[in-house]
């Protein structure tokens, strides 16, 4: 569980900016450059529900060629399918085992 900073509700990873608003509370941006190839930026975000996300946004280059361009945006988004199930099944809880 995150820690609250004071009575700000604040988390210790929260921006504590513009970037908090409308009861949200959002990290600063984490980028991943490949200059030339393509960008990545990850923000965590706890909603007014109190439920946190990973938002990540996506930039990539894409070939000249448009079959090669849309054989890259299919790899991508099937890659990306990959990564969000895996993510999703981590984050669940793991069941309990019975005792004999």
Same mark, same amino acid.
């Given at each position: 569980?995150?820690?609250?900073?004071?009575?700000?509700?604040?988390?210790?990873?929260?921006?504590?900016?513009?970037?908090?608003?409308?009861?949200?509370?959002?990290?600063?941006?984490?980028?991943?450059? /490949?200059? #030339?190839?393509?960008?990545?930026?990850?923000?965590? +975000?706890?909603? *007014? =529900?109190?439920?946190?996300?990973?938002?990540? $946004?996506?930039?990539?280059?894409?070939?000249?060629?448009?079959?090669?361009?849309?054989?890259? /945006?299919? #790899?991508?988004?099937?890659?990306?399918?990959?990564? +969000?199930?895996? *993510? =999703?099944?981590?984050?669940?809880?793991?069941? $309990?085992?019975?005792?004999?």
């Amino acid at each position: 569980m995150t820690r609250r900073a004071g009575r700000t509700g604040h988390t210790d990873w929260c921006g504590r900016d513009h970037r908090c608003g409308l009861g949200e509370h959002r990290s600063e941006e984490i980028v991943v450059d /490949l200059p #030339g190839h393509g960008r990545a930026v990850l923000v965590r +975000v706890r909603t *007014a =529900a109190g439920r946190e996300h990973a938002e990540v $946004r996506v930039r990539v280059a894409l070939a000249p060629a448009e079959l090669r361009a849309r054989r890259q /945006l299919h #790899g991508l988004l099937t890659d990306l399918r990959n990564t +969000v199930t895996r *993510a =999703a099944v981590a984050g669940r809880p793991h069941p $309990r085992k019975a005792t004999p």
